[in-house]
C-alpha cells in the first residue's frame, strides 16, 4: 500500500504561480506512475498531469505550457503551476498507480485562483 500527503494548495491571483507537493510513504518501489488530477465544484474529477517511473510526462491541454510536474526523488513528486487562470480552481489530488495497476489517492489540496 502507499499512503500520500499533499501540501502546498492557497488562494492566488490570476496570473500568479503555486507549488503542490506530494509525499509518498509505504510501498514506494512499488510505483509506476505518479499524477495530478483536479475537481473543480460540481464537476467530475479530471486529469491533469502524469510522470512515469523513467520520467516520462504528459499533460493536460488545459494546463499544458502552464504546469509543470517532476519528481525529485522516489517519495515526492511536484507540480508547479504557473499563469494560474480562475478556471484552475479546484481540488487537486495526488495519484500513484502501481505496477500490480493499483492505485492510490491523496486527500487533496484546495487550490483558489482568485483576485
Known amino acids: 500500500q502507499v499512503q500520500l500527503v499533499e501540501s502546498g494548495g492557497g488562494l492566488v491571483q490570476p496570473g500568479g504561480s503555486l507549488r503542490l507537493s506530494c509525499a509518498a510513504s509505504?510501498?514506494?518501489?512499488?510505483?509506476?506512475?505518479m499524477g495530478w488530477y483536479r475537481q473543480a465544484s460540481g464537476k467530475q474529477r479530471e486529469w491533469v498531469a502524469r510522470?512515469?517511473?523513467?520520467?516520462?510526462t504528459s499533460y493536460a491541454d488545459s494546463v499544458k505550457g502552464r504546469f509543470t510536474i517532476s519528481r525529485p526523488n522516489a517519495k515526492n513528486t511536484d507540480l508547479q503551476m504557473n499563469s494560474l487562470k480562475p478556471e484552475d480552481t479546484a481540488g487537486y489530488y495526488c495519484?500513484?498507480?502501481?505496477?500490480?495497476?493499483?492505485?492510490?489517492w491523496g486527500q487533496g489540496t484546495q487550490v483558489t485562483v482568485s483576485s
Open positions: 509505504g510501498s514506494i518501489d512499488s510505483i509506476k506512475a
Open positions: 495519484n500513484a498507480v502501481l505496477h500490480d495497476f493499483n492505485d492510490y
Open positions: 510522470i512515469s517511473s523513467t520520467g516520462y
